[in-house]
């Protein structure tokens, strides 16, 4: 019988596979799609059964130690195996961690088992006489010096129990301590097992609070930089909790979102005294705090109606399909997701829905469970990982059908999928921007074709790509241009800044605030959008200057939040102290320089006093404070919310008849081939918030450039004047959706290191392009522009060069990257080390 292999994706870095044997003893290879613990250097690691490997390779291969799913129920189904083949290929990702995507973190990564000593191990360390077990037959048994290291370990350890992960770091280290530690269970000289939260206590959670040590003291920030480090993460997880009130205490679970390293960063603030901790009552998820009241399907208006006829029509055909649900805002896009995905519960079949940020909608998700209740599983970055864990398992099971998240839910083991919806599908967020690139809505795609399903794209400003697909007729164009209510879109007025001055600190000319003012003498709401979060932008010097920099970054300048008191980098997360005169000269005062929505909050509260104002961006928004502004605001317990690009979400406020855009022009500057699209549907979707209840709404755009297409037409609602526009001048440059970019960036802390890598992988490029090049005939399918500096030349300390790879056709540029992929990742080493990572269909290039 021939040695039987496995081919396993593991959790690193590597964009390679590894090929492990499976004990003769064993009666099978474990299937595709099982999880199994394989030892990874002197570690233990879980990965995911890519193949069974049909001939052996040369040398000695490790064996798998254990497989951690049941016969015949894999982790993985056949259909998201395929789909993660499918993504690690097109977006060049490692594999490894492409699979990491699609389960829960519990079930993979790092080796989680605990190992306890028992009383015969106790008696085996205690005398190194003939030790008799007799569960061996009553045979004498000496355990070795290495076994004897591996049970003293378990001796002295709290309650005799160490995580398997410490054996494996013991110095000097053991050699093959996971097949040693395998021997002494087998010999019940010690118990493994798993410690994936199963037995975490229900109701109970560590939570974190901010002492008063060093808070608001103004020379304490030399001590805290000291105590904290280089180390920016650890400075923003002390500055979340300290702007949370005096006494607040911050669940574990709240905190691991944004901090996914929560308890190494945590250590280094509890020691010296900056933060405390306590097991409190686990705080409820916040998506499912209560019940909402159950609720029945709207009268479809007939465009509602034409609609769902077509996509049933789809569904009956039982064949994959896409069709964009184009609809204006406040169409009523979401009442036909419900009445669609109600006819496939009635046949049985499941549901993902694909959101931009889950956090940002909780309206969504409450219309989902009142109108599906106990069915709706909803996925989000608030979650403990017990409770991933949970909902992953209920959807596998059935349980939940219907999935609502955001891009991570593509992954959702739903069975029998027939629908997947991505609302707002022109969303930026949906492509990742760090690890594996990859785009949510294209994978979504991808997914739908692979299990015959329905792919709905829903938005009010399609991207171009998603757009020219329709128009072209490879997707079906389903339009929604009326309003259910009796209100139509909002009148647009333009203010051109050039005429009308605004105020340096509301930002407000004269005729938005007479607007403003008779809005709130009305009893009615308003919405300020400013898409600048802080106090000020800079801080200048008022005698030489100078701008208050960020050290790691080649930025400007970094923004001052008030309510903090501190110097913010909002490239690369640095946070330090205000000084109190300017760094370059000694003596000059440090002025504010252009306004931030903190700034705007404070001064249009002082400017109209009967004013009851909010504030919703990053810095109020996290945790409990987002559902809390959007709670008091749409019960009317605010007349003014001020906010950044978070409000252009989808929110349904009835009460808002006046939307206020301060400076509606201000991302037409960014170095960037979708800075107009992106300015175009931040300012349609943010118009939409206005005159979606009875009243109706009106909007003042403020802006310099008046007269750019991207602010022209968006005051007169017309996507379909801006994307004329807009696509003539992508197709003169053979930009998407008439051609395909890839972006190769390379980064690294030495800047001639960064620039010679940069050449050579910018000269492996051109050759390949020319050899390309050569063979055709007419228009050159292939383009190289650079290798230059990024935009952002500097970002956290690390120099950024870029190359950009342009195609006219999708074969010759894939053909390219599976070239190029043997040369990315990390070369060199210290500080000479550089890294080359590359970005398909990058949805910014900055």
């Not at 040369?58 to 894999?74: C, H």
């Not at 006046?658 to 699209?677: F, K, S, T």
């Not at 609602?717 to 003169?732: N, S, V």
């Amino acid at each position: 019988m021939s040695e039987r292999l496995v081919s396993v994706a593991l959790p690193v870095g590597l964009d390679r596979a590894f090929t492990y044997s499976v004990p003769a003893e064993w009666a099978s290879a474990p299937e595709p799609g099982t999880r199994v613990l394989v030892p990874f250097g002197a570690r233990g690691l879980v990965g995911v059964v890519r193949d069974v490997v049909g001939e052996p390779t040369a040398g000695k291969l490790r064996r798998v130690e254990e497989t951690l799913d049941p016969p015949g129920a894999p982790s993985l189904t056949p259909g998201l195996l395929r789909l993660c083949e499918w993504v690690q290929d097109y977006y060049v990702a490692p594999v490894g961690e492409v699979y990491r995507l699609a389960l829960p973190g519990l079930l993979t990564g790092a080796d989680v088992r605990k190992a306890s000593l028992t009383r015969a191990g106790e008696a085996a360390l205690a005398s190194s006489r003939d030790f008799v077990l007799t569960s061996q037959g009553g045979g004498p048994y000496v355990p070795s010096v290495a076994e004897q290291r591996v049970l003293a370990a378990l001796a002295t350890a709290p309650r005799q129990e160490l995580a398997v992960e410490r054996l494996t770091s013991l110095r000097p280290r053991i050699n093959g301590v996971l097949r040693i530690l395998g021997e002494l269970a087998a010999r019940e000289l010690c118990t493994v097992r798993w410690d994936d939260g199963a037995d975490e206590a229900a109701r109970v959670e560590t939570h974190y609070r901010r002492t008063d040590y060093l808070r608001g003291d103004a020379g304490g920030e030399a001590k805290i930089q000291e105590i904290v480090g280089r180390s920016k993460q650890r400075r923003a997880l002390l500055d979340m909790l300290e702007t949370a009130a005096p006494g607040v205490w911050l669940p574990a679970g709240e905190l691991r979102g944004p901090f996914p390293r929560l308890r190494e960063l945590i250590g280094g603030l509890l020691e010296p005294g900056l933060v405390v901790a306590e097991e409190r009552l686990r705080a409820l998820d916040p998506f499912a705090a209560g019940t909402p009241e159950s609720s029945t399907p709207q009268a479809p208006t007939s465009d509602q109606q034409r609609a769902l006829a077509s996509l049933i029509a789809d569904m009956d055909a039982g064949a994959f399909a896409v069709s964009l649900l184009h609809g204006v805002t406040g169409s009523g896009k979401t009442e036909v997701y419900l009445q669609l995905i109600a006819e496939v519960r009635r046949r049985g079949g499941g549901a993902i829905v694909l959101v931009p940020e889950i956090a940002l909608t909780p309206q969504l998700s409450d219309r989902f469970r009142a109108r599906f209740g106990d069915t709706v599983a909803v996925l989000h970055s608030g979650l403990t990982p017990r409770q991933r864990l949970d909902a992953w398992q209920q959807i596998r099971m059935g349980l939940r059908p219907i999935v609502i998240g955001a891009r991570s839910a593509v992954f959702a083991p739903v069975a029998d999928l027939k629908v997947i919806v991505v609302d707002e599908e022109h969303d930026p967020s949906f492509k990742q921007e760090d690890g594996v690139r990859y785009n949510a809505r294209d994978v979504a795609l991808v997914r739908a074709r692979d299990e015959r399903a329905l792919a709905v794209l829903g938005s009010a400003t399609p991207a171009l790509e998603t757009y020219e697909q329709a128009r072209a007729g490879r997707y079906r164009w389903l339009r929604l241009d009326t309003r259910p209510t009796p209100r139509p879109l909002p009148k647009v007025e333009l203010v051109p800044l050039a005429v009308h001055r605004p105020d340096p600190d509301t930002l407000l000319t004269a005729r938005m605030k007479t607007a403003l003012t008779e809005t709130v003498a009305a009893g009615e709401q308003a919405i300020l959008f400013l898409n600048r979060r802080g106090f000020a932008t800079t801080l200048v010097c008022g005698s030489c200057g100078a701008l208050h920099q960020c050290p790691d970054c080649s930025a400007p300048s970094m923004t001052y939040h008030l309510q903090r008191n501190r110097l913010m980098c909002h490239l690369c997360g640095h946070i330090e102290g205000p000084p109190e005169r300017c760094r370059t000269c000694g003596e000059g005062e440090l002025l504010h320089g252009s306004a931030g929505t903190e700034r705007v909050e404070l001064a249009v509260s002082k400017e109209i006093p009967r004013a009851r104002v909010l504030r919703l961006d990053r810095d109020t928004s996290r945790g409990k404070g987002l559902i809390e502004t959007l709670t008091r605001f749409r019960n009317h317990e605010a007349d003014i919310l001020v906010g950044t690009q978070m409000l252009s979400k989808g929110h349904d406020f009835p009460g808002v008849t006046l939307v206020g855009i301060l400076q509606a022009d201000h991302g037409l500057g960014m170095p960037d081939l979708r800075a107009a699209e992106r300015t175009f549907q931040l300012l349609t979707q943010v118009s939409g918030r206005a005159g979606r209840g009875e009243r109706a709404g009106r909007v003042l755009m403020q802006a310099y450039a008046v007269s750019h297409p991207a602010v022209a037409l968006a005051a007169e609602h017309d996507y379909a004047g801006f994307a004329a526009w807009e696509l003539e001048k992508r197709q003169q440059l053979g930009n998407p959706p008439f051609g395909f970019l890839a972006l190769l960036r390379i980064s690294g802390p030495d800047e001639v290191a960064v620039r010679r890598r940069a050449e050579q992988l910018g000269a492996f490029v051109r050759a390949c392009v020319e050899g390309v090049a050569s063979k055709q005939e007419g228009r050159a399918p292939l383009a190289l522009l650079g290798p230059v500096p990024s935009p952002i030349e500097r970002v956290n300390r690390k120099i950024r060069w870029q190359l950009l790879i342009r195609a006219s056709a999708r074969p010759p540029l894939r053909w390219l990257l599976k070239q190029l992929r043997p040369q990315l990742g990390l070369d060199g080493s210290g500080d000479f080390k550089t890294s080359a990572v590359l970005d398909v269909d990058p949805q910014t290039l900055l």
